[in-house]
């Protein structure tokens, strides 16, 4: 079998070493620092989801794949080879104070590195957000059966897999493109032995990972962390995010300063920072359509409609859109935002709020620029900064010891990402890729986002 490994990190230290170089760095600084958190992952081991308390101080590295398909996506696994890539790159230069690697036993050493489970004072994670759509891209092969059994618009985290099944004409149609038969029978297998869906998504996302981490040469089970509603769900009241979204609901003001950091004007008022879930399970953030009242400076209510909405287009057939199908229409007083139970109010907060509470100093985003929303990133980094200026929710330093520090953010380049080499499509499944060599042969390129400082 070819060397796909040392492949990889040849080309990956040509191209993305300033990026290696300012993670180390940044790491080297904070390493000084000993802080101290208590974080929690999972791994998928044997098919069985499995806690792993983290003893130690690291410097966290966040990657993510989606709970949105079940097959892994040509651009999941470059996301995730990318953060190992970084992490054990970056972790060599810390060990040997070394900033230029480009020596042929600077290549075989992390080749060894990478073999082995992610260790050192650096350490990779995958944040899943498990508020998302099931078939958010279109390219679940469970569409049917998602939208029969009621749940197209459910958030992922309330899924549950008794009525699923694979949907024969997606596959008939998106055979080679989206899935392979191979994944759709591995899918099939999965959904017998899960209830939960986010269960099931990993349990077949891990096992493929483990086939391809003897293809590459690279330990590709990360640990993972499932956010923001399953950290709810275990939260109490007055825990971190319960905290997040109490405060930023307390007033006008509050709320204003949140609009400011995703840059909307106060107008309208129809952006929900946490989007309530309908009794009739719906939870899909573009189903839903909101409003906030106000009373003086106090939040009087939100109005909530759910309708029917399309969601995102894959990259094969742009007409063929799935939809969160809803309908539904309530008020929620305001006083149950300012004083947040979810277990009395389940609701789905924005990104730029829950990505406060994840242990990262720093991300590996999928495309900034052509494939992922720079808007996005930009209201993240604006959250931080004004978080750290105690403008957002203060009491963060004082109450959880969160520093809200703005981690670095690093980038798959666009032009580098990997995809179908038919179809050209980044949302084609791992399975659908005949040779492997066809991804390797693009490289692995990483940029560090100075410009969003």
Request: aromatic share 10%.
């Amino acid at each position: 079998m070819p060397d796909y490994c040392y492949s990889i990190v040849k080309d990956f230290l040509a191209k993305s070493m300033p990026a290696v170089k300012v993670l180390a760095e940044s790491a080297h600084s904070r390493r000084k620092e000993k802080v101290s958190r208590k974080v929690t992952l999972f791994q998928f081991v044997d098919g069985k989801k499995t806690s792993l308390p983290i003893g130690e101080d690291h410097f966290y590295l966040r990657g993510s794949v989606e709970y949105t398909n079940p097959q892994l996506t040509a651009e999941e696994i470059q996301g995730i080879i990318g953060i190992r890539l970084l992490q054990t790159c970056a972790n060599y230069c810390l060990e040997t104070e070394r900033y230029s690697l480009t020596e042929e036993d600077d290549y075989r050493h992390i080749c060894e590195e990478l073999k082995k489970p992610p260790q050192g004072y650096i350490l990779p994670f995958l944040l899943n957000t498990d508020d998302v759509e099931a078939d958010r891209y279109s390219i679940n092969p469970l569409r049917r059966s998602l939208i029969d059994s009621g749940q197209s618009a459910f958030p992922a985290a309330n899924i549950k897999t008794e009525q699923l099944c694979v949907d024969k004409a997606f596959v008939e149609k998106y055979e080679g493109a989206l899935i392979s038969k191979e994944e759709v029978e591995l899918i099939a297998e999965e959904l017998l032995r899960n209830d939960s869906y986010m269960d099931f998504v990993d349990a077949v996302k891990f096992r493929q990972l483990e086939e391809l981490s003897k293809i590459f040469g690279i330990n590709l089970s990360l640990y993972a962390l499932r956010m923001p509603l399953s950290t709810l769900q275990a939260e109490r009241k007055g825990d971190i995010i319960h905290y997040i979204i109490s405060e930023v609901h307390q007033s006008y003001q509050s709320i204003e300063q949140a609009y400011n950091c995703m840059g909307r004007s106060m107008t309208k008022r129809t952006t929900l920072l946490t989007v309530p879930h309908s009794k009739k399970g719906y939870g899909s953030k573009r189903a839903a359509h909101g409003k906030l009242h106000f009373n003086d400076s106090n939040l009087l209510n939100v109005t909530v409609k759910y309708k029917t909405t399309s969601l995102y287009p894959n990259g094969i057939d742009p007409k063929d859109v799935s939809a969160a199908q809803s309908d539904d229409d309530f008020t929620v007083e305001g006083e149950k935002f300012a004083d947040y139970s979810y277990a009395e109010t389940p609701s789905s907060p924005q990104f730029f709020l829950y990505a406060l509470a994840s242990p990262e100093d720093s991300a590996l985003w999928h495309g900034v620029g052509a494939f992922a929303a720079s808007r996005l990133l930009q209201t993240y980094l604006s959250a931080h900064k004004a978080c750290n200026k105690g403008l957002l929710i203060p009491g963060l330093l004082e109450k959880f010891g969160l520093h809200c520090k703005i981690p670095l953010q690093f980038n798959l380049v666009p032009d580098g990402m990997w995809r179908n080499p038919i179809r050209q499509n980044i949302d084609a499944s791992v399975g659908t890729i005949n040779n492997i060599n066809d991804l390797i042969s693009r490289g692995m390129w990483l940029e560090y986002l100075s410009e969003y400082k």
